[in-house]
């Protein structure tokens, strides 16, 4: 699950530092302005850049109660799950997030049929940061293909939210349940609940509100243009969020961490040193005694 998170992540900051989409929401209109790679390379590839940006933003999202689901199974009844289930569970997410990226491509595709123009002259020119060649995906709310992807997704990111809550009650009635354990296992109890109740707060405030926030102002037609970019402000922080909290929480992720930074070798060379410290101590202390006795041996 470490490896699962990781590599999410890992893909998640790959993809955004390549597109890096600016958003604006104005008059029912969601426009993406690209700010990264994406911009300088052939407007045709929109397709390309929007996909994984709108799936892995909601993968975020959808992979959290397939996680639990997994870590609920393991704990009730180990015996029945394997690697294959959480092969599974990612598959399910991945699914759901795919679909969501499919229903952007034909929001985004239905809007291109209208000029260009129409929509920058929505647009103040504070937006426009390279004048009329400022490049930009736009989703308009008058398309039905936009309300299906705002109204499915919508929906979708909501079951999966009500999933993981169903879930964390799970495991923590499960965790209470038998209180005849050692304090190392209700340690470890602890710290594995308070990885899953930080991650749940994480995804709920970095990544389900945000996208409640676009998929809702888009379809309100809310006039206020900064709202786009005030959401991905925490959805940008997600994956930071959830590795740092992590590792605050559980001391093994901790240690694994340090040792990758070379902690083993700096606390190796701190005993280098210490040893080396005391041995020319021990030697000084040695001359010492020696001229001590022969002192004494001399007045005799």
């Given amino acids: 699950m470490l490896v699962v998170s990781a590599t999410y992540s890992i893909l998640y900051g790959v993809v955004e530092f390549v597109t890096q989409h600016e958003l604006v929401m104005k008059d029912g209109v ?16 929109y397709g390309v850049f929007l996909f994984p940006h709108v799936c892995l933003s909601c993968l975020g999202l959808y992979i959290l109660p397939c996680n639990y689901q997994y870590e609920y199974a393991l704990l009730s009844d180990p015996t029945s799950v394997s690697r294959a289930t959480l ?12 679909f969501a990226g499919v229903l952007s491509l034909f929001a985004a595709r239905t809007a291109r049929a209208r000029p260009v123009e129409y929509y920058k002259d929505l647009l103040s020119d504070d937006w426009m940061t390279e004048g009329d060649s400022t490049y930009m995906i736009t989703m308009d709310a008058r398309d039905l293909s ?7 997704a919508g929906a979708l990111s909501s079951g999966f939210v009500l999933a993981a809550m169903y879930y964390v009650f799970k ?26 109740i930080i991650q749940g707060f994480n995804t709920f ?4 509100i945000p996208l409640s926030v676009v998929s809702l102002g888009t379809l309100t037609h809310i006039r206020l243009e900064i709202m786009g970019l ?12 959830n590795g740092l909290y992590t590792l605050l929480a559980i001391r093994k992720y901790r240690e694994y961490f340090l040792r990758m930074l070379g902690r083993n070798k700096i606390e190796d060379e701190k005993k280098m040193v210490a040893t080396v410290t005391g041995n020319a101590k021990g030697s000084e202390e040695n001359e010492e005694e020696e001229e001590i006795e022969q002192s004494h041996s001399q007045s005799n």
């Fill in 146 to 152: 936009t309300k299906l992807y705002f109204g499915l």
């Fill in 205 to 208: 405030f970095f990544a389900f």
């Fill in 230 to 241: 005030l959401v991905m402000i925490p959805l940008s922080w997600l994956p930071v969020a």
């Fill in 87 to 98: 092969i599974r569970n990612i598959a399910i997410a991945s699914v759901g997030s795919m």
């Fill in 30 to 45: 969601l426009f993406c302005i690209p700010k990264g790679l994406e911009k300088y390379l052939s407007r045709n590839l």
């Fill in 171 to 196: 495991i923590r009635t499960f965790l209470h349940q038998n209180q005849k354990k050692s304090n190392k296992t209700k340690r470890l109890e602890d710290q594995f609940t308070r990885v899953v």
